[in-house]
């Protein structure tokens, strides 16, 4: 049974910080590339970054500069760190994995991310 469980979700103020996880199960971790989606209120959802399991990285254009994926391939983790947060970064945040063979998606229950003005 695949397990993608994101943990680090919360309120913060405009300009703070906040550090997302998610620990995968059930899964080649090897085989998956890893990524962060987000789905505010009333938007679609979208891409925040992803990672390869060599570490090759992609980021949403606007995203670059503020929020850095990581990837533990010992610990079948994968992290996103999130500064200079804005409220419009209000949304739920979802883990992602794409199995490569596949094509196979598998997704996290998301996890809240408020930011206040």
């Known amino acids: 049974q695949v397990q993608l469980v994101e943990s680090g979700g919360g309120l913060v103020q405009a300009g703070g910080s906040l550090r997302l996880s998610c620990a995968a199960s059930g899964i080649i ?6 990524a962060w989606y987000r789905q505010a209120p009333g938007k679609q959802r979208e891409l925040v970054a992803a990672i390869t399991y060599g570490g090759r990285t992609n980021y ?3 995203l670059k500069g503020r929020f850095t994926i990581s990837r533990n391939n ?3 983790t ?5 500064n200079s947060l804005k409220p419009e970064d209000t949304a739920v945040y979802y883990c992602n994995a794409r199995t ?3 094509q196979t998606n ?10 206040s003005s």
């Open 74 to 76: 010992a610990k079948n």
């Open 78 to 82: 994968i992290d996103l760190q999130m």
């Open 106 to 115: 598998y997704w996290g229950q998301g996890t809240q991310v408020t930011v």
């Open 100 to 102: 490569v063979t596949t």
């Open 29 to 34: 971790f090897s085989l998956n590339v890893m």
């Open 60 to 62: 949403a254009d606007s």
